[in-house]
Each structure stands twice: as structure tokens, then as C-alpha cells.
């Protein structure tokens, strides 16, 4: 699976961006995915998740009601909108996947096998 991430940029706090994420594999629809940030000098950190089915979703405390997750599995896509973006969200955003995992390790990296190269995300004060 190859995952390319897209939609990052510049953006004042209290905007928003939609981040993309376009995967390639004919069994998309059996992959978990996830968001994950890393701001400098900072670990990995989850951000969001969502099943294969897309009927379940989780997110990382700090982003929660700001931020949500999707995904289009006719198009091979995922998708993180986010809104009322603050300085602190600033960070390498990178889409991730795995095939099917217990609902309890969504949230974890090491669950995910296949990573993209990251979009930068620079909100401004």
C-alpha cells in the first residue's frame, strides 16, 4: 500500500484546512487509517482514526470537536477536516494504514504498517 498525503500549508489560527490522503491498493476498503502529527522536537502523536468501514472514529484529546476524520472507499481517499486550528496544531501531518486491527490499538503507531510522507501544517498566532 502507498499512501500520499496532500493539503497542507499556511493558515491563521482560527482557520481551516482539509487535509487528503490518497491510497493505492485495490483493498482499501479492509484498511484501517489514521492521522498522526509531529511538531518539532515533539513524538509522533495520534490525531485521528477511523475503521475500515468508516463507522468508527477516534480522535486524539486535543483535537476533539475541532477536527474530523473520513474516508471515501470508492475513491481510495481519507480525509481530516480541520477547523478552529491553533498554533500548538502546527506539525507534519502523515496518513497511515493498517489492515484490520482491534478497535483498541487504533490509536497506537506501531499498529500502523504503511506511512506517507507527511504534509506540513503551519498555523499562524
Known amino acids: 500500500v502507498q499512501l500520499q498525503a496532500s493539503g497542507g500549508g499556511l493558515v491563521q489560527a482560527g482557520g481551516s484546512l482539509r487535509l487528503s490522503c490518497a491510497a493505492s491498493?485495490?483493498?482499501?476498503?479492509?484498511?484501517?487509517m489514521a492521522w498522526f502529527r509531529q511538531a518539532p522536537g515533539k513524538e509522533r502523536e495520534f490525531t485521528a482514526a477511523i475503521r475500515y468501514s468508516g463507522g468508527t472514529t477516534r480522535y486524539g484529546d486535543s483535537v476533539k470537536g475541532r477536527f474530523t476524520i473520513s474516508r471515501d472507499n470508492a475513491k481510495n481517499m481519507v480525509y481530516l477536516q480541520m477547523n478552529s486550528l491553533k498554533p500548538d496544531d502546527t506539525a507534519v501531518y502523515y496518513c497511515a494504514t493498517t489492515s484490520r486491527v482491534a478497535l483498541s490499538s487504533l490509536t497506537e503507531a506501531s499498529s500502523y504498517h504503511y506511512w506517507g510522507q507527511g504534509t506540513q501544517v503551519t498555523v499562524s498566532s
Open positions: 491498493g485495490r483493498t482499501f476498503r479492509d484498511y484501517d
